[in-house]
């Protein structure tokens, strides 16, 4: 009970926080990069709700919010859409997409899933690259703009707005029985099935769930930064999204966007040590999964939880 | 197209093969031991190459010895790498090991390259190759450097095959590969040889990377995409099987160089070159997720 209540004193600060963090004189350039931020953390919830929650490894993550972002640059280049029904389209096409690669990976686990995932994905980033007649491949797409002549602390909220939601939406998931399922799912499958949990379904389900709010950030971010290029959709952005989420505590939604945001501030925070700061990231990561596996979030609210008693 | 053409593809995904497969073996033999799929084994394969590059191009150090260095210097690490981040998950002091072990080698892979991205800069190094000049047989042309490359790689495949066959450490790997508690009852030291089943398996990654780094240049990145075909040849052949990751190595190498010539829009065929090994990776792990000379049953 300490633990629940204090998680949610930490929801309530974060949001407070991001709520007046534009108001308090922090700049254009830090209320650009908090918004990246909250990219990045919209991707490492879902990451980690799909691989903390229901125990289904997956590399796709930033490969899928990539395809989100070109479907819906190109429904809007190409066939004149509106911004909001291509992100729409973006955030349906990859829940189809991820109830597919679900469905396909359904009795894959561990490192043979985490493989499959791994090919899923760079198919994409290659079929993205090669067809440039169609993406312009690696030079790029320009986007168009999500808010017309929308400020930088226009574009904050409304991606604040966006991932409160989202989680919201995940957090209500996770706290029904649906979580319940996921969870049980994660730690025997086999035993969750004897109890009547339709394991097949929620797989799959879980997988879509992941990788759609994966594609509607990644076409947020695209209407946002106004360019998009294969290059998100890398292993190497993938490795960020694992590094955001560990480090803020895989194993919980609100730790990993937390952990999200952190990541994004402090890589901007430290730039002139360049090629280094993803080095650390690696190292930090690391040291996260061997010792302190629930992260940084984790253990604060642990260590708060430990103190109020 | 016409058969010496085709016979000169055919060479050529033959000698990308036997990287692939030294690559493959690596982490074979890794997975076979430890039961842990090495994430960043690309990343070992990258470092053999700068390795070589430290050896050969900066310290002056004749090839084939710079060759020897890197394998030995990136044992040195898959021995270190073995002791400081995978032991845990036999010693019981982690939960989840299985998610531990593919969670910490994907974050091993990211810090390794961008330290060396780091260190080394993204710019591309060319060290001495081999040998330079290109070898005629008949009317068939091969680069002189990839034929070398290829030849020293053969021999060390086959050096292994032999340690592993008939040597002492070779056959407590295969013990422990086979059946691990069992082998400890007949007093095989299951720590030490998983220490050195990583540490073989890595530096056959940094001997591959140290024999392709001069021909294809040495870059941070250059091990991202072996490192994928390695998995794909691991599991076409079976994880933890030897003669699999060979036969497997050969037939990836020759479905990715035919299918590029085969299929007629030859820009479109190029860029989806990786594409093909992928495929060929999700319809075995669909069909026959045992791969070719795995045991059923047995997966990662």
Redesign the interface.
């Given at each position: 009970m300490r633990r629940q209540s204090t998680e949610l004193a930490l929801g309530a600060v974060a949001l407070l926080v991001f709520l007046f963090f534009p108001l308090a004189g922090a700049g254009d350039y830090w209320i650009y990069t908090v918004t990246i931020g909250f990219y990045y953390a919209l991707l490492a919830a879902s990451w980690s709700l799909l691989v903390g929650y229901v125990g289904r490894i997956s590399f796709a993550q930033a490969a899928m919010a990539g395809l989100g972002a070109y479907v819906s640059v190109l429904s809007a280049r190409h066939l004149g859409w509106p911004v909001a029904a291509g992100i729409a389209a973006a955030v349906l096409v990859t829940g189809l997409l991820g109830l597919f690669v679900g469905w396909l990976s359904l009795r894959m686990h561990g490192a043979y899933l985490g493989l499959t995932t791994i090919a899923f994905g760079e198919i994409l980033r290659i079929a993205v690259t090669a067809e440039h007649w169609l993406t312009r491949g690696s030079l790029g797409l320009e986007a168009p703009e999500l808010i017309a002549g929308g400020s930088r602390t226009a574009y904050y909220y409304a991606f604040l707005c966006v991932l409160i939601l989202s989680l919201a939406a995940m957090w209500m998931l996770l706290r029904s029985r649906i979580g319940l399922f996921f969870q049980a799912i994660r730690e025997d499958e086999d035993g969750a099935a004897s109890v009547g949990v339709d394991v097949t379904f929620w797989k799959v389900v879980a997988f879509a769930i992941s990788t759609a709010f994966a594609g509607l950030a990644g076409a947020l971010y695209a209407h946002f930064v106004g360019l998009i290029a294969p290059s998100m959709m890398s292993l190497q952005e993938m490795g960020f999204v694992l590094a955001m989420a560990v480090v803020g505590g895989f194993a919980n939604i609100l730790h990993a966007a937390l952990g999200g945001v952190l990541l994004q501030v402090v890589l901007e925070s430290l730039r002139e040590f360049g090629e280094w700061r993803l080095a650390l990231f690696g190292l930090v990561a690391m040291l996260m999964l061997r010792f302190a596996p629930d992260g940084l979030f984790g253990r604060l609210v642990g260590a708060i939880a430990k103190e109020r008693q | 197209m016409s058969s010496l053409a085709l016979v000169e593809q055919l060479a050529n995904g033959a000698v990308i093969g036997v990287f692939y497969a030294l690559a493959a073996l690596g982490l074979s033999i890794i997975f076979g031991v430890l039961r842990?799929?090495n994430?960043a084994h690309g990343e070992l394969y990258m470092l053999g190459g700068y390795a070589y590059y430290l050896l050969a191009a900066i310290s002056g150090v004749p090839p084939v010895f710079a060759i020897v260095g890197a394998g030995a210097a990136i044992f040195v690490l898959g021995v270190v790498i073995e002791r400081l981040?995978v032991e845990?998950v036999y010693s019981g002091k982690?939960?989840?090991p299985?998610?531990?072990?593919?969670?910490?080698t994907?974050?091993?892979?990211?810090?390794?390259?961008?330290?060396a991205?780091?260190l080394f800069g993204p710019w591309p190094q060319r060290p001495s190759p081999l040998f330079r000049g290109r070898v005629e047989i008949g009317e068939l042309i091969i680069s002189g450097d990839r034929l070398a490359a290829a030849g020293v790689g053969v021999v060390l495949i086959v050096a292994l095959l032999i340690f592993i066959r008939w040597s002492s450490p070779g056959k407590a790997i295969r013990a422990v590969a086979m059946d691990r508690e069992t082998a400890e009852v007949l007093g095989i030291h299951a720590e030490r040889t998983s220490r050195l089943a990583f540490g073989l398996g890595a530096a056959l990654a940094g001997a591959a990377g140290a024999l392709i780094g001069p021909v294809f240049t040495v870059t941070p990145t250059m091990g991202?995409i072996p490192v994928?075909k390695a998995?794909i040849v691991v599991?076409l052949g079976g994880l933890g099987s030897i003669p699999g990751a060979i036969v497997g190595a050969l037939i990836l190498g020759e479905v990715e160089t035919l299918a590029t010539v085969l299929i007629p829009d030859t820009s479109?065929a190029l860029?989806?070159k990786?594409?093909y090994g992928?495929?060929v990776?999700?319809l075995v792990?669909?069909l026959r997720?045992q791969g070719l000379f795995g045991m059923a049953g047995r997966?990662?």
């Open positions: - | 842990v799929v994430f981040l845990p982690v939960d989840r299985d998610e531990y072990a593919i969670m910490i994907f974050a091993l892979a990211v810090f390794l390259q961008n330290l991205l780091a991202v994928v998995y599991v479109r860029a989806y990786d594409a992928l495929v990776l999700v792990l669909l997720p997966r990662a």
